[in-house]
């Protein structure tokens, strides 16, 4: 009896230390490398209070920045995966931009043989492929094309504009679908799920060249479709933290975050829509021309001296591009404007000052909205820039090295090819030595005499360098028309399903809070 005990026991130490070899099996990285890290734990590296429901991401985040507080760099563990976050806004500068050769890629699990969509979209790509399609992008986001674009956006916010004014008015309208309640002649709307559909409708008409009307048609399939690519949560959140512990595991088990019916249908989306146009003979200024655009492109022969041949790109490569814009575009304008509406109700001082110049602007302009008026609306410009300090889209950057790089600081750290990077940019916009009482909702430091005191790589919204966010003008031009026409028709109220103070959630990554964004809408007097 007592032998059989020795042997259960002996069993089960050599189970718990074969476990812990493996679960601490890269934990040593920054020991060997003699740089100063924070302590793993078995398995969960420096995640464990992320995953465990203890902190949200960018709680998490700001979490680590403090405790490498003194460093201007310093080690984490994200699980198995060493990566380096870096503190300092010189060090930010030279890996973002000045020795971007050096970090051209991210570090997302996510490649095009797990999902040929999204892993075939700009966020993922890398190396010249990144550039390649970096270049046939951007003249969509140009200058030009942002004020062509701008009616159909523009159509859009007043769409928004005249059906909530209906909801108010039109008693028997039913609004349950768009989480909107009556409360008297105020309605009480869950704003992530309105300006959702706000942000679908617009890069519906503006990328995909399609008319929709998700508030008064609000189960329609386009919808419907956005909103199951972009949720992240529940099991999408295991399985990409999945991605992140064991990418070779979840590769073998064949774990996808798209559904087969939404890449059905976005691919079957972008391939009739090109179709249509080429036998019709469509012409919209829009990213579906652009993609058509360059899939007439051919290689340029070899021969031809100083000029590199231009890629050929296959039908999923241009579908991928119009899937990342509508991923991005859907969620990154909608957020925006959900933090933005709690921040005014919360702050009626600033909601008024910020509607007396939208009155008067539009008085010039005789009650019209141009391009013009939009961005010549200095405290709008103001109230969305400390919205997005507050409250960044991102909590974090990535990006991977990749050759051999030796950061220049006191220690220098020399970093291998494949080494993570992080840049904390919740921390950053937390930091009171950059940005004083950061907690406090200040639009004044975007002022202009204010904002020429901010360090540049300590504000970083829509990242930084050549691999910033390509569509950061637009995402800025839906979020403040639709602003607009809110704060024209409507004052923002607090209400009793307001959460005060805002929790951001636990759970995943996304930037949003539990329960949903729920605000008044009171109809302003004429």
Same mark, same amino acid.
């Given at each position: 009896?007592?032998?059989?005990?020795?042997?259960?026991?002996?069993?089960?130490?050599?189970?718990?230390?074969?476990?812990?070899?493996?679960?601490?099996?890269?934990?040593?990285?920054?020991?060997?490398?003699?740089?100063?890290?924070?302590?793993?734990?078995?398995?969960?590296?420096?995640?464990?209070?992320?995953?465990?429901?203890?902190? &949200?991401?960018?709680?998490?985040?700001?979490?680590?920045? %403090?405790?490498?507080?003194?460093?201007?760099?310093?080690?984490?563990?994200?699980?198995?995966?060493?990566?380096?976050?870096?503190?300092?806004?010189?060090?930010?500068?030279?890996?973002?931009?000045?020795?971007?050769?050096?970090?051209?890629?991210?570090?997302?699990?996510?490649?095009?043989?797990?999902?040929?969509? $999204?892993? %075939?979209?700009?966020?993922?790509?890398?190396?010249?492929?990144?550039?390649?399609?970096?270049?046939?992008?951007?003249?969509?986001?140009?200058?030009?094309?942002?004020?062509?674009?701008?009616?159909?956006?523009?159509?859009?916010?007043?769409?928004?504009?005249?059906?909530?004014?209906?909801?108010?008015?039109?008693?028997?309208?039913?609004?349950?679908?768009?989480?909107?309640?009556?409360?008297?002649?105020? $309605?009480?709307?869950?704003?992530?799920?309105?300006?959702?559909?706000?942000?679908?409708?617009?890069?519906?008409?503006?990328?995909?060249?399609?008319?929709?009307? &998700?508030?008064?048609?609000?189960?329609?399939?386009?919808?419907?479709?956005?909103?199951?690519?972009?949720?992240?949560?529940?099991?999408?959140?295991?399985?990409?933290?999945?991605?992140?512990?064991? +990418?070779?595991?979840?590769?073998?088990?064949?774990?996808?975050?798209?559904? %087969?019916?939404?890449?059905?249908?976005?691919?079957?989306?972008?391939?009739?829509?090109?179709?249509?146009?080429?036998?019709?003979?469509?012409?919209?200024?829009?990213?579906?021309?652009?993609?058509?655009?360059?899939?007439?492109?051919?290689?340029?022969?070899?021969?031809?001296?100083?000029?590199?041949?231009?890629?050929?790109?296959?039908?999923?490569?241009?579908?991928?591009?119009?899937?990342?814009?509508?991923?991005?575009?859907?969620?990154?304008?909608?957020?925006?404007?959900?933090?933005?509406?709690?921040?005014?109700?919360?702050?009626?001082?600033?909601?008024?000052?910020?509607?007396? /110049?939208?009155?008067?602007?539009?008085?010039?302009?005789?009650?019209?909205?141009?391009?013009?008026?939009?961005?010549?609306?200095?405290? $709008?410009?103001?109230?969305?820039? /400390?919205?997005?300090?507050?409250?960044? !889209?991102?909590?974090?950057?990535?990006?991977?090295?990749?050759?051999?790089?030796?950061?220049?600081?006191?220690? !220098?750290?020399?970093?291998? +090819?494949?080494?993570?990077?992080?840049?904390?940019?919740?921390?950053?916009?937390?930091?009171?030595?950059?940005?004083?009482? +950061?907690?406090?909702?200040?639009?004044?430091?975007?002022?202009?005499?204010?904002?020429?005191?901010?360090?540049?790589?300590?504000?970083? !919204?829509?990242?930084?360098?050549?691999?910033?966010?390509?569509?950061?003008?637009?995402?800025?031009?839906?979020? %403040?028309?639709?602003?607009?026409? $809110?704060?024209?028709?409507?004052?923002?109220?607090?209400? &009793?399903?307001?959460?005060?103070?805002?929790?951001?959630?636990?759970?995943?990554?996304?930037?949003?809070?539990?329960?949903?964004?729920?605000?008044?809408?009171?109809?302003?007097?004429?």
């Amino acid at each position: 009896m007592l032998d059989s005990l020795l042997e259960w026991i002996l069993a089960a130490g050599i189970v718990t230390l074969i476990a812990y070899v493996i679960g601490t099996w890269t934990h040593n990285h920054f020991y060997k490398m003699n740089v100063h890290h924070l302590k793993p734990v078995p398995f969960f590296g420096n995640m464990a209070p992320m995953i465990l429901g203890k902190l &949200s991401y960018p709680d998490f985040i700001n979490d680590l920045y %403090k405790k490498l507080d003194g460093h201007k760099y310093g080690g984490v563990y994200e699980f198995f995966r060493p990566v380096i976050m870096l503190r300092d806004p010189e060090l930010i500068k030279t890996v973002t931009i000045k020795d971007f050769e050096f970090f051209v890629d991210h570090t997302n699990p996510v490649t095009e043989d797990v999902e040929p969509l $999204l892993g %075939k979209g700009l966020l993922n790509l890398k190396g010249q492929k990144w550039k390649d399609m970096r270049s046939t992008l951007s003249p969509a986001f140009t200058s030009s094309k942002m004020k062509t674009m701008f009616t159909l956006i523009t159509e859009c916010g007043e769409q928004l504009g005249d059906f909530l004014k209906t909801c108010i008015k039109d008693k028997n309208m039913p609004v349950e679908d768009c989480k909107i309640e009556r409360e008297g002649d105020m $309605l009480v709307v869950e704003l992530r799920d309105l300006f959702t559909r706000y942000t679908n409708d617009v890069i519906e008409t503006s990328a995909f060249g399609i008319g929709c009307d &998700s508030l008064n048609k609000p189960k329609n399939e386009f919808y419907m479709m956005g909103k199951d690519l972009t949720n992240l949560g529940g099991v999408r959140a295991v399985i990409l933290f999945g991605y992140l512990i064991s +990418p070779k595991l979840m590769k073998l088990l064949n774990l996808k975050f798209m559904s %087969k019916a939404v890449l059905n249908f976005f691919r079957s989306l972008v391939h009739d829509t090109m179709a249509t146009r080429e036998d019709k003979d469509i012409f919209r200024p829009d990213m579906i021309h652009l993609l058509m655009q360059a899939k007439k492109e051919t290689v340029l022969p070899n021969e031809i001296i100083g000029k590199a041949p231009k890629p050929k790109w296959d039908a999923d490569d241009l579908t991928a591009q119009a899937v990342n814009f509508f991923f991005a575009g859907f969620d990154a304008s909608s957020t925006l404007l959900c933090f933005a509406s709690h921040l005014l109700a919360t702050h009626p001082d600033v909601q008024s000052r910020l509607q007396k /110049e939208i009155d008067e602007t539009l008085e010039k302009d005789g009650g019209k909205l141009t391009y013009e008026a939009v961005h010549s609306m200095k405290y $709008l410009d103001m109230v969305v820039s /400390e919205t997005l300090r507050v409250y960044p !889209p991102a909590g974090a950057l990535d990006r991977k090295c990749i050759k051999t790089y030796t950061l220049q600081s006191d220690p !220098p750290c020399t970093l291998q +090819p494949g080494q993570g990077i992080w840049v904390p940019v919740y921390g950053l916009h937390h930091d009171p030595k950059y940005f004083p009482n +950061p907690e406090k909702f200040d639009p004044e430091r975007f002022s202009d005499e204010n904002k020429d005191n901010i360090n540049q790589y300590t504000y970083l !919204p829509f990242g930084l360098g050549p691999r910033n966010c390509i569509g950061n003008r637009f995402a800025l031009m839906v979020a %403040k028309i639709a602003l607009v026409h $809110l704060l024209t028709r409507f004052n923002i109220k607090v209400v &009793s399903k307001t959460p005060i103070p805002l929790q951001i959630s636990k759970g995943g990554f996304h930037m949003t809070v539990d329960g949903g964004f729920w605000l008044g809408l009171e109809q302003r007097e004429a």
